[in-house]
């Protein structure tokens, strides 16, 4: 076993997450703490372009899976192709990041690879060899540390946004290796066909940086439109309390708190949302908060960085016509 750090790059279509590059940023961080170098999978078809950008954000060296099984997401496929990286690499710890897929694939690696595993980190470092993660826990309430044996392979799954990524160094270049695709004949015998998307193209809020959400004050879909336009002028995504989906004014795949998404933005406005327990555990940990209620004594404002007592109505159109002045 290395001391590298090996950071699994999440893509889709050719185009990486931002949460990879993130991890670049926080695998660099653990190296200077406890030596070695930062390295990085890509699991795909055709992929060999996105070796570059990985590089120019820190890998020195990038292991390529390419292979038309991996041209979309299958579980037992790309468990086989990391665990195959990883069978190379050797490395010390693995980073993934906190999505839909790394959850999936982060689970079945650790089971694969009799790996310690802790899940949605906020930081990690390094204690005597061993990885140490920090993570909220039970709605937000207290912050736990884990800290996994140094005699296996450590894994960590890590929220998007909870680190900066580096600067891009345009023309850095650094080692490229392809690995061996190699599956089961069982496994084979599933394959993915089609990904339909049901979304219309919006930012998932798991992904964005800047969060406009939305409570069951707006009382109605149709009033999140006002919302729509200043998260589309902030180039951010709409997300709605628990209470704003199951009234049916947006689809709960929008929905933010303990039984929704947990998200991390640099920037999260809260229009019309109260603030129960469930709310403010999916949305605590975003950089700066911006609370719009009419409501003074709401919960929200005791989590908010900047709070005010307005009319989401009159204030939030405002918002988008000042940002489009900004912008102009």
């Known amino acids: 076993m290395s001391s590298n750090v090996l950071v699994f790059i999440e893509q889709r279509g050719g185009k990486i997450l931002p949460a990879s590059f993130q991890l670049l940023a926080a695998a660099n961080e653990l190296c200077r703490i406890g030596g070695g170098q930062v390295e990085a999978c890509v699991l795909g078809q055709e992929i060999d372009s996105l070796a570059r950008p990985v590089?120019?954000?820190?890998?020195?060296?990038v292991y390529l899976v390419d292979d038309g099984e991996l041209a979309l997401y299958r579980a037992t496929a790309y468990t086989a192709g990391v665990a195959a990286v990883v069978q190379q690499a050797k490395p010390k710890t693995m980073l993934i990041p906190t999505t839909f897929l790394g959850r999936d694939l982060a689970a079945r690696l650790a089971a694969r690879l009799h790996a310690g595993l802790v899940m949605d980190c906020m930081d990690v470092g390094y204690a005597d060899g061993e990885l140490v993660a920090t993570k909220t826990m039970y709605a937000g309430k207290f912050t736990a540390k884990f800290q996994l044996a140094k005699d296996r392979l450590q894994i960590a799954t890590i929220r998007s946004?909870?680190?900066?990524?580096l600067p891009r160094n345009e023309g850095v270049s650094g080692e490229v290796a392809k690995v061996p695709f190699n599956i089961d004949a069982k496994d084979a015998r599933l394959r993915v066909k089609e990904v339909v998307a049901t979304s219309s193209g919006i930012k998932d809020v798991t992904e964005a940086d800047i969060i406009v959400s939305g409570g069951r004050s707006l009382k109605s879909e149709g009033n999140f439109k006002i919302l729509f336009e200043l998260?589309?002028?902030?180039?951010?995504?709409?997300?709605?309390?628990?209470?704003?989906?199951?009234?049916?004014?947006?689809?709960?795949?929008?929905?933010?708190?303990?039984?929704?998404?947990v998200v991390t933005p640099r920037l999260y406005l809260a229009c019309g949302i109260d603030g129960a327990i469930q709310h403010l555990a999916g949305m605590r940990g975003s950089k700066v908060i911006v609370a719009i209620n009419t409501k003074k004594d709401a919960p929200i404002f005791k989590v908010a960085t900047y709070g005010c007592v307005a009319d989401l109505f009159q204030l939030v159109p405002l918002l988008t016509e000042e940002f489009k002045k900004m912008k102009a």
Do not use: F, M
């Open 231 to 261: 998260a589309a002028v902030l180039d951010g995504a709409v997300g709605a309390s628990r209470a704003a989906c199951d009234a049916g004014y947006q689809p709960h795949t929008r929905q933010v708190g303990l039984t929704g998404k």
């Open 55 to 61: 590089t120019e954000q820190g890998a020195k060296k």
């Open 161 to 165: 946004n909870a680190y900066t990524a």
